[in-house]
């Protein structure tokens, strides 16, 4: 008598209920998490960026885990002490000059506008009548016409006097976050590794590897081409004597961080030292701002390459467009995006030609390779 084999139906109620279950968790478990995301994103690219140096460090102690977290936590706590002492410092160094401007500016008036104004092409006669304009304009009227922009800036600077003590808070608790994953990295790995692992075997495996390999490459081609360009403009800035190099400088760091090079925060500096009557100034200052412009070409491919062996082609339209994206964050989670989805569509796409199998001509000259299974495990075709 034949056997019937009953297939079990699906209950697709349960599935329904189920998907939305999780789901409901997912949503909820971020929501709740929601004032830690940002902190916890920031500290782990800072943790996966300087980890070689944590490691570093505890073979200088002797391997003790406990003085390299503290060193590098304390490192970090520098990082928003030191400009905050500066900051706070140049305010305090300057406060008579600024009341002597706030008083200035009733009995201000425009001088004339230089000679060279007028020789630069396109725009330099528009903007020597501007000029001439305004400087005919009396103390009271010029005072009259800036106001609406001094407004401006004071609303500005208020919003963001008002947001700093978010910042700061914000800042302590990557820190704190920093020091948590530098003291159990490990662990905090290996876990991520097996939730891929569970979701795509060998290959989600390889892609949290990927990830850290983008982060730590954005992290040496990015950020340190960046403050060595910096460093390099706030030399010849203090070498010449522009006031306020501090601030230049600052500038110029953001520029390049932002992939738009040192010579928008620098050119203004050389034109003013040409105006002014100091044309040796200018000159160094110019050589510095060209050696700090073609040394990004220099240095940024061998740093990049040093952090992973990631093509130009993905890192630098995943920094731009990650940061105009996602603002500065957006930095080092643009390459990783577009890092992960080359590595996976180009696996997809050898996966799909090993399953035609290999062209006549190649056949001859090729070596058997591992074929990937999802499992986790690998297979070795037979010649």
């Known amino acids: 008598m034949p056997t019937t084999t009953t297939v079990p139906s699906r209950d697709l109620t349960r599935i329904t209920l189920s998907v939305l279950g999780i789901g409901f968790l997912i949503a909820g478990s971020l929501w709740v998490l929601r004032p830690f995301l940002s902190a916890l994103l920031w500290a782990t690219m800072v943790v996966v960026s300087t980890w070689p140096l944590m490691l570093r460090l505890q073979g200088r102690f002797a391997g003790r885990r406990g003085a390299a977290v503290a060193v590098m936590t304390t490192a970090l706590l520098l990082v928003l002490l030191i400009p905050l002492y500066l900051a706070v410092s140049t305010i305090l160094g300057q406060s008579d000059r600024i009341v002597e401007l706030a008083k200035e500016l009733s ?7 230089p000679a060279w104004l007028n020789g630069l092409p396109v725009v330099g006669e528009k903007l020597t009548d501007r000029w001439l304009a305004l ?10 016409r800036l106001a609406p922009y ?19 808070l914000n800042f302590l608790l990557t820190v704190a976050i920093a020091a948590i994953l530098y003291a159990k990295g490990e662990a905090a790995a290996g876990q991520l590794r097996r939730f891929f692992r569970r979701l795509a075997g060998a290959r989600g495996d390889a892609i949290v590897v990927l990830s850290g390999s983008a982060i730590r490459a954005v ?9 060595v360009q ?7 800035l203090v070498a ?8 230049f400088c600052a500038i110029v760091f953001l520029l390049c961080i932002a992939q738009l090079g040192p010579l928008f925060g620098m050119v203004p500096c050389v034109i003013w030292l040409y105006a002014t009557g100091s044309p040796a100034r200018g000159t160094v200052l110019l050589v510095v701002t060209i050696f700090a412009q073609v040394i990004d070409n220099v240095l940024r491919p061998l740093l990049i390459k040093k952090g992973a062996d990631l093509s130009l082609l993905l890192i630098i339209p995943g920094v731009i467009g990650g940061l105009l994206w996602l603002g500065i964050i957006g930095l080092f989670v643009g390459p990783v995006i577009l890092a992960v989805t080359s590595t996976l569509l180009e ?19 090729a070596t058997p390779r591992p074929t990937v299974l999802d499992g986790g495990g690998s297979v070795t075709p037979s010649s």
């Open 107 to 113: 009995t201000l008036r425009l001088p004339p506008p």
């Open 135 to 144: 400087a005919a304009l009396g103390p009271q009227e010029l005072t009259a």
């Open 150 to 168: 001094l407004r401006t800036a004071l609303a500005w600077f208020a919003a963001q006097a008002g947001s700093f003590g978010s910042l700061v």
């Open 219 to 227: 992290a040496l081609g990015i950020v340190v081409t960046a403050v």
């Open 230 to 236: 910096s460093a390099i403009a706030g030399i010849g």
């Open 240 to 247: 010449v004597g522009v006031p306020f190099a501090a601030i």
């Open 347 to 365: 696996s997809w796409i050898s996966s799909g030609l090993g399953k035609e199998g290999p062209a006549p001509t190649a056949a001859v000259t």
